[in-house]
């Protein structure tokens, strides 16, 4: 089974970099674009073979691990 | 006797400029403790150094504060051993849970390396006593992400308690935006746990320990160390 995590920044936390990213595309003639935000998306593969287990390990790394609760969310999907 | 371990993570690389600044002022050999062991051997006071550990892999910090020494580490420091966390040792302390929030990316995006000022402001910790109440130290900073966030509720209660140990601020000790070098709620750069035993700090003591270096105030720190232990065994 796949995992598909997804750690973005919590809202009302800043995002410098997505800001950036922000002003280069507007610099690149992307007119109208706002609200960049910028985060990880983190890709990996797991032995568990029913859905409920993969799901309470997924999200024990997240918490454990992978995101920052103090500052990031994280979300996932599972495939296979 | 004063024993401090200074713990090596692949990629630290002020390690040793903080065991020649603990060793040149408390007088005793500093032990090395590589991140793959399993105990710290027994000290008066734990330092995590600054530098890249892991490569600042996922997050600054994150990889160190899973790493067999760290279980050790938090082990102890719950147990009341002094641990200082410096740059990235600040960074492992909160990735470790052992102090409250998270150093993000500098508002400014660019690696920011100089002298700052910062005002003591609790002087009352194991690595503080020697600092006058509101001294302004001069001492470097050299990090990508030290901008100190925490939730509000978060930073009233550090305020509340008296724990928020260093600020940026002006050479006259004023807390203002311009002196705010990363972005750093509340101009935050050093905190502690509520006992005072465990800091973490984005400033380089070690780098402005003696005056060949360009200065001392970080040397204070060090001296500060060396005060509470032997107050603790008096």
């Known amino acids: 089974m796949k995992a598909l995590i997804k750690i973005t920044l919590k809202n009302g936390v800043l995002d410098p970099q997505g800001k ?14 706002s609200g960049v935000r910028q985060g990880k ?3 990996l593969d797991l032995a568990a073979k029913d859905e409920a287990s993969a799901r309470d390990e997924v999200e024990r790394m997240c918490q454990n691990l992978l995101a920052n609760t103090v500052i990031e969310n994280y979300s996932f999907e599972l495939m296979g | 006797m004063i024993r401090a371990s200074v713990i090596v993570f692949p990629g630290s690389n002020c390690d040793r400029d903080v065991k020649v600044a603990t060793e040149a002022v408390t007088g005793f050999k500093a032990k090395m403790v590589w991140h793959g062991d399993s105990e710290v051997p027994a000290s008066d006071f734990i330092i995590l150094p600054g530098g890249f550990s892991y490569g600042d892999y996922l997050r600054c910090g994150a990889m160190a504060a899973h790493s067999p020494i760290m279980r050790d580490v938090v082990a102890k420091a719950k147990a009341g051993t002094p641990v200082i966390g410096i740059c990235n040792g600040f960074q492992i302390l909160l990735e470790a849970g052992l102090l409250p929030g998270a150093l993000m990316r500098n508002s400014s995006l660019l690696f920011v390396c100089r002298d700052v000022f910062v005002r003591c ?6 690595f503080t006593n020697c600092y006058r109440e509101r001294e302004v130290a001069r001492i470097p900073i050299a990090h990508h992400d030290g ?21 940026y601020c002006d050479a006259d000790g004023e807390i203002t935006d311009p002196a ?6 509340r101009n935050i750069a050093g905190i502690s746990d509520a006992t005072g035993r465990i800091v973490g700090l984005m400033p380089h003591p070690e780098r402005l320990f003696e005056s060949a270096l360009g200065g001392t105030d970080g040397r204070r720190m060090f001296e500060s160390a060396v005060v509470s232990v032997i107050e603790a065994a008096a």
């Open chain 1, 41 to 43: 998306l983190i890709e």
């Open chain 1, 20 to 33: 950036a990213i922000e002003n280069a595309l507007g610099a690149l003639g992307f007119v109208g674009v």
């Open chain 2, 147 to 167: 901008n100190y966030f925490t939730d509000e509720a978060t930073l009233d209660r550090l305020e509340g308690e008296n724990r928020v140990v260093l600020r």
């Open chain 2, 180 to 185: 705010n070098p990363n972005g750093s709620q």
């Open chain 2, 121 to 126: 402001d609790n002087n009352k910790t194991f």
